[in-house]
């Protein structure tokens, strides 16, 4: 069975500059330890143009494919079960008693207990911002269903971190990080793999959450890094569907908005379950420590026409640095809006005048002149242009620099503005390693199949 052609492409998203870099094989791994019963390859398979390979994407996504989280994220970014399927807590936050959820297995039959939950907590911590190891006095296997885990000092934001980290058998991973043994919990299992070129997974028909089970056989996972070529495959009917693999949406804006114009395409578009593109100021050194100078900068970006304009429309313009819906949102707070008079009362506030006529004001004798480190793809640099236009029409200059992401990382110390374009949309809020808020393959396979399900089949 063929789906009909989804460019299932989540919003709020831009294309990551550099290309995928992991290992090179030659060989065909066959992941065959295996013993749980996945339904076998056939015809009711999705078929995924990726960016990036699956076992060393981006994020690492195709992770969210095989494992399950300790716990996962809500839609307000609140917390709740998955894994851990209920906690308790004492007064002050030094003490967790997590109960694990009873009768699930790995797909080699191994029963999952608190044991092998203890071991995840511990090895997965470091790599993906588990924090948390910090400031742990003790974590102590209760039974074979709970976990007591003690902290030095209160620690509120445990469960939270537990979000981003995933239950894996002993051994799993390397002291790298790597994961050397793809045998999880999760909804698929990694059946084949050819690094660089392609995944196959089978459904695991003895998934423990019935209410999530795939209603497909399986997945292909097909590596294809060059945005054109993998539009053309979903043209073609090589794939199934694009922009579900990665975090990020990897399409260009003009792409995403070309593709939603054809009638033969499902475009999924998501813009209320987002999180914030963000341009940060450097407020520990240098001229943006001026409280004035920062509200001016904020006041003057017309977000709402860069969303018309450099993304295709394909957005929503945003006046805090979280989305309102999340739980720990400032909703007490005035959203900024696009106001040219606030802004220039601001520099006037902050003593800033333009004394020469130049069209550049001056602070203490001196031209306000900020340097902004942005990435180096199309659309980073599109937008970096626009708010450097927004901050002329106040008076303020500033010097361009699109670095990759080697050379964007030394040069933020020294950044006065820092543009973070690397958006994440999300489907449903769920975290992967490596410790970012964002969406993972399957909470956006669920969007993709429910779309394939009432559309026309080809």
Not at 123 to 143: I, Q, R, T
Not at 364 to 380: K, N, Y
Not at 417 to 428: A, E, K, P, S, V
Request: charged content about 25%; aromatic content about 8%.
């Amino acid at each position: 069975m063929r789906f009909k052609k989804i460019a299932a492409l989540v919003l709020l998203a831009i294309m990551a500059t550099s290309l995928m870099a992991g290992c090179v094989s030659m060989t065909s791994t066959q992941e065959n330890s295996n013993a749980s019963g996945g339904v076998a390859s056939g015809k009711n398979t999705l078929v995924i143009g990726a960016f990036a390979d699956f076992k060393q994407g981006s994020g690492k996504e195709g992770q969210s494919m095989v494992f399950d989280l300790m716990t996962q994220r809500s839609e307000s970014m609140g917390v709740e079960p998955d894994i851990i399927e209920s906690w308790t807590t004492n007064a002050d936050l030094t003490e967790y008693t997590l109960k694990v959820r009873q009768n699930v297995k790995f797909t080699d039959g191994t029963p999952l207990t608190a044991d092998i939950v203890k071991y995840s907590l511990q090895a997965w911590a470091p790599y993906c911002d588990g924090n948390f190891m910090y400031s742990l006095k003790s974590m102590d296997v209760v039974n074979d269903t709970t976990l007591k885990v003690k902290f030095a000092k209160s620690y509120g934001n445990f469960l939270t971190e537990m979000t981003r980290i995933y239950v894996s058998l002993p051994g799993s991973l390397d002291d790298k990080g790597n994961v050397v043994k793809w045998v999880g919990t999760g909804p698929f299992i990694l059946d084949d793999y050819q690094a660089d070129q392609s995944a196959t997974l089978k459904t695991n028909k003895d998934y423990w959450n019935k209410d999530k089970m795939p209603s497909i056989d399986g997945v292909k996972w097909v590596v294809i890094p060059d945005e054109n070529a993998r539009t053309m495959a979903l043209q073609s009917g090589q794939v199934d569907v694009i922009g579900v693999a990665e975090h990020y949406c990897a399409l260009s804006y003009a792409a995403v908005a070309e593709l939603e114009q054809d009638d033969k395409y499902v475009v999924d578009l998501n813009p209320d379950s987002g999180l914030i593109a963000t341009y940060v100021y450097n407020y520990a050194k240098g001229p943006m420590t001026d409280i004035n100078l920062r509200k001016a900068v904020t006041y003057a970006i017309d977000r709402k026409t860069l969303v018309d304009t450099v993304i295709s429309g394909l957005g929503a313009e945003s006046g805090d640095f979280m989305r309102r819906k999340y739980d720990f949102s400032p909703r007490n707070e005035k959203e900024y809006t696009y106001d040219l008079d606030a802004a220039k009362a601001a520099l006037t506030a902050g003593g800033y005048v333009d004394t020469n006529g130049d069209g550049i004001v001056e602070k203490d004798g001196q031209p306000v002149v900020l340097r902004f480190v942005v990435e180096s793809d199309e659309t980073a640099r599109a937008t970096a242009v626009y708010v450097q236009d927004c901050l002329k029409k106040i008076g303020i200059d500033t010097k361009l620099e699109a670095l990759d992401d080697s050379a964007r990382a030394e040069k933020e110390k020294m950044a006065i503005l820092i543009l973070h374009t690397h958006i994440h949309g999300l489907q449903r809020l769920k975290h992967t390693c490596p410790g970012e808020a964002r969406s993972t393959p399957m909470m956006i396979l669920e969007s993709a199949l429910a779309l394939a399900a009432t559309s026309q089949r080809i």
